[in-house]
């Protein structure tokens, strides 16, 4: 079955250091995968998306993403987090696989709430 | 966000009224879709729309009626809705959803209280 984890409910990480969000993912065959961030009271923004290639994509903000097939991950980071970035991020997969049919949904992680403290 | 406007951004209503959710998107998208928010559940896709046919429904209740009269326009009808419909109703539009590379965008919400 698809799913997407998101390990963490919370991350806090002070202004100006690294931050990373995880994210893992199961699907049959080759994922798309998508971040998006939920500032309170607002929609879902995109922020990147692996499709193929360098398994480094770069985003909006600053942020960018690692596609790790062997681990199945794709963990968000940002070399020097602002007190502005604090939101609700969101991972979220989609099947390739040919068989996948007509039945393309995004299949969304639960979220992972990132607060900057500065 | 001027990309998918929402509107009204809130709205309460009470078990037995009749109110509508709009959605506009200007971004020249073919497919549009409603999803439900709630507090620590996943994302719940509602209805798809891709050139104005519906082509996915995933067992909503039908107190819940979608309408697309055009690529630009979507609506949600409520009626008779149920307290555990309070949720934030997200809609979202895209260029084409049988490529699944395609990327959604979305507008700010409908966070709708039930009485």
């Known amino acids: 079955a698809q799913s997407v984890a998101q390990p963490e409910d919370q991350v806090n990480v002070a202004e100006g250091n690294p931050l990373t969000v995880k994210c893992t993912y199961s699907v049959s065959g080759n994922p798309y995968l998508f971040w998006y961030v939920q500032y309170p009271n607002r929609g879902l923004q995109f922020l990147l998306k692996?499709?193929?290639?360098d398994n480094l994509v770069k985003g909006s903000y600053g942020f960018e993403a690692e596609f790790n097939k062997s681990q199945t991950s794709f963990h968000l980071k940002k070399p020097s987090a602002l007190v502005s970035d604090s939101a609700l991020y969101f991972c979220?997969?989609?099947?390739?696989?040919?068989?996948?049919?007509?039945?393309?949904?995004?299949?969304w992680g639960l979220g992972t709430s990132l607060a900057v403290n500065p | 966000e001027t990309g998918v406007t929402q509107t009204p951004r809130h709205l309460v209503m009470g078990m037995t009224n009749k109110k509508s959710l709009k959605c506009e998107q200007h971004?020249?998208?073919?497919?549009m879709y409603w999803y439900k928010q709630s507090a620590k559940k996943p994302l719940e896709l509602m209805f798809v729309y891709s050139l104005e046919e519906r082509v996915e429904n995933n067992s909503v209740p039908s107190r819940f009626s979608p309408e697309c009269p055009n690529s630009s326009h979507l609506f949600l009808h409520l009626h008779t809705l149920q307290p555990e419909d309070s949720a934030l109703y997200l809609c979202?539009?895209?260029?084409?959803?049988?490529?699944?590379?395609?990327?959604?965008?979305f507008g700010p919400g409908t966070r709708l209280t039930v009485l």
């Open positions: 971004l020249g998208h073919n497919a």
């Open positions: 979220a997969v989609r099947d390739n696989a040919y068989n996948a049919g007509n039945n393309r949904k995004l299949i």
């Open positions: 692996y499709i193929t290639g």
């Open positions: 979202a539009s895209s260029q084409d959803p049988s490529r699944g590379a395609d990327t959604q965008y």
